[in-house]
């Protein structure tokens, strides 16, 4: 489960952006959304190899619910450029404020952790790094070429950021040719105001496309939040943007709240609804499909992959038919 942060210090210390904010009531969580507590052997040997080669992850630092599922198959989403975000999104657990120097190590320190895990598939994500000149896809270039090097037969998932006003940025990070390009919407365009303030609904939508556009053999893939107050339609229309722009993997996942500062819960999603987001989103044409409760970004990759995969092959059968 998320864990609440609720001394003062620690909340300054990680958002202080957020402190003038009033709390808001933590729902509690219906049974369909508890986990069970992180722990065993394998989980313990995942968290060594992290802290050895001086990782950080989004697991530990977004508060993610499926850690110890994900720690237990030894599958960690590997959070570059440091654990501090130029951004302060409301319903974001990593913490804001100026990062330090990026860590010209840490692409090797990547590679090494993915070759000592025996990854076949790795996902690798990143704070918003809008003080560096390039939005940092230079570091995201480092860390491919070297997990390529490394151990070429992995397959390559990034999530990156928006890379806004960062010109060539994510024309960089595409030519380094990951196996998967994830950008995550979060969610409906009339939310990014408060929930998502320092992006743009369209220009997120643009780099999907332009991933597409320069390269069409990358997968695509963005994730959407929901319980933050949207409509069913507004999702819909969500859905219908990206399949404009190509995506061909969707995520939904509910929203939880890391925090009392943080954004609050509207409502939590039934399971029988994300069933109908799913029914809906097939239709409308993406490969696959990943909508419940608990679905994060990177909750399944490597599985995710290889039906990604298959589904595109059957396509391209049918369509050769």
């Given at each position: 489960?998320?864990?609440?942060?609720?001394?003062q210090?620690?909340?300054?210390?990680?958002?202080?952006?957020?402190?003038?904010?009033?709390?808001?009531?933590?729902?509690?969580?219906?049974?369909?959304?508890?986990?069970?507590?992180?722990?065993?052997?394998?989980?313990?040997?995942?968290?060594?190899?992290?802290k050895?080669?001086?990782?950080?992850?989004?697991?530990?630092?977004?508060?993610?619910?499926?850690?110890?599922?994900?720690?237990?198959?030894?599958?960690?989403?590997?959070?570059?450029?440091?654990?501090?975000?130029?951004?302060?999104?409301?319903?974001?657990?990593?913490?804001?404020?100026?990062?330090?120097?990026?860590?010209?190590?840490?692409?090797?320190?990547?590679?090494?952790?993915?070759?000592?895990?025996?990854?076949?598939?790795?996902?690798?994500?990143s704070?918003?790094?809008?003080?560096?000149?390039?939005?940092?896809?230079?570091h995201?270039?480092?860390?491919?070429?070297?997990?390529?090097?490394?151990?070429?037969?992995?397959?390559?998932e990034?999530?990156?950021?928006?890379?806004?006003?960062?010109?060539?940025?994510?024309?960089?990070?595409?030519?380094?040719?990951p196996?998967?390009?994830?950008?995550?919407?979060?969610?409906?365009?009339?939310?990014?105001?408060?929930?998502?303030?320092?992006a743009?609904?369209?220009?997120?939508?643009?780099?999907?496309?332009?991933?597409?556009e320069?390269?069409?053999?990358?997968?695509?893939?963005?994730?959407?939040?929901?319980?933050?107050?949207e409509?069913?339609?507004?999702?819909?229309?969500?859905m219908?943007?990206?399949?404009?722009?190509?995506?061909?993997?969707?995520?939904?996942?509910?929203?939880?709240?890391?925090t009392?500062?943080?954004?609050?819960?509207?409502?939590?999603?039934?399971?029988q609804?994300?069933?109908?987001?799913?029914?809906?989103?097939?239709?409308?044409?993406?490969?696959?499909?990943?909508?419940?409760?608990?679905?994060?970004?990177?909750?399944?990759?490597?599985?995710?992959?290889?039906?990604?995969?298959?589904?595109?092959?059957?396509?391209?059968?049918?369509?050769?038919s």
């Amino acid at each position: 489960m998320v864990t609440l942060i609720d001394t003062q210090t620690q909340r300054a210390a990680r958002h202080p952006e957020k402190q003038k904010r009033p709390d808001s009531v933590v729902m509690r969580k219906p049974e369909w959304i508890r986990v069970r507590a992180p722990g065993g052997e394998v989980y313990e040997q995942t968290r060594a190899i992290v802290k050895e080669n001086r990782l950080v992850t989004v697991c530990e630092e977004a508060g993610c619910p499926n850690i110890g599922e994900c720690w237990s198959k030894k599958h960690a989403t590997m959070m570059i450029m440091g654990d501090i975000c130029t951004r302060a999104c409301s319903f974001c657990n990593v913490k804001t404020g100026k990062p330090n120097a990026l860590d010209l190590e840490e692409p090797a320190n990547v590679a090494k952790a993915v070759a000592t895990m025996g990854l076949e598939h790795v996902v690798i994500t990143s704070v918003d790094r809008d003080d560096l000149d390039d939005g940092g896809a230079a570091h995201f270039v480092a860390t491919i070429n070297a997990i390529r090097a490394a151990t070429p037969n992995t397959t390559i998932e990034i999530l990156t950021p928006d890379f806004l006003r960062k010109a060539g940025a994510a024309e960089a990070v595409i030519d380094a040719k990951p196996d998967v390009f994830n950008h995550n919407m979060e969610t409906v365009p009339r939310l990014y105001l408060s929930i998502r303030p320092g992006a743009r609904y369209y220009a997120s939508l643009r780099l999907l496309e332009r991933v597409k556009e320069r390269d069409p053999t990358q997968f695509t893939k963005s994730g959407l939040m929901v319980g933050l107050g949207e409509t069913k339609e507004e999702v819909m229309q969500v859905m219908d943007d990206m399949r404009s722009a190509g995506v061909d993997f969707l995520t939904i996942g509910q929203y939880l709240q890391p925090t009392r500062k943080h954004a609050p819960v509207d409502r939590f999603v039934t399971p029988q609804e994300f069933e109908a987001y799913e029914t809906i989103a097939l239709s409308k044409g993406f490969l696959i499909v990943s909508a419940t409760p608990l679905t994060r970004s990177s909750h399944h990759a490597g599985e995710d992959f290889a039906r990604l995969k298959a589904a595109r092959d059957a396509r391209q059968d049918h369509m050769g038919s």
